[in-house]
């Protein structure tokens, strides 16, 4: 994520993004991935605002969302049960399935070369659109050491999405 902070803001000038609050950042996101899928089960409309509200906690409000308090107040402002959220963290109810799914997405990306970008869109129509302002990165032995510039930044990313999106409606 580190990386990711100066591209947020070159690429996205009306972000709201703030710096990392905290001395010692993230020691996992595997927490939230694992609340997340608990939120899910429970409903899946109120886990979509959950989502947001993990990103917007961590991206805009500097929450940690490594701490399973935290996860549990956003859960509850999300109109999820927490403590079924807390009792399923305890448990590690969803972490075998959240490790091989990333297991899974990093042999599709070493095996059969497809991007991993955010966003990944995909159309009704079928089709795969990975995000095409992504920047390059350099991976070795699983972990990013170069970030290269965007292709695009600021009103043409803008105009780039809304032509996906167009072609997505159509």
């Not at 009306?14 to 010692?24: A, D, K, S, V, Y």
């Not at 608990?38 to 979509?48: I, W």
């Not at 959220?85 to 990333?102: N, P, Q």
């Amino acid at each position: 994520m580190d990386q990711e902070w100066p591209l947020i803001a070159v690429q996205e000038p009306l972000c709201l993004c703030r710096g990392w609050p905290h001395e010692e950042y993230l020691r996992t996101t595997l927490l939230a991935f694992e609340a997340y899928e608990s939120g899910y089960a429970q409903d899946p409309e109120k886990a979509r605002v959950y989502d947001l509200n993990l990103r917007r906690a961590f991206f805009y409000e500097g929450r940690r969302i490594d701490d399973e308090d935290v996860l549990c107040e956003i859960a509850s402002e999300s109109g999820l049960d927490a403590g079924s959220i807390r009792a399923e963290l305890g448990e590690r109810k969803y972490k075998e399935a959240i490790v091989a799914d990333y297991k899974e997405a990093m042999r599709l990306r070493d095996e059969d070369g497809l991007p991993m970008t955010s966003p990944t869109l995909f159309l009704g129509s079928g089709e795969v659109v990975h995000n095409p302002y992504a920047s390059e990165k350099k991976i070795e032995n699983g972990k990013i050491t170069e970030v290269h510039a965007p292709p695009a930044y600021g009103e043409a990313v803008y105009e780039g999405f809304r032509g996906i999106l167009h072609r997505a409606l159509s």
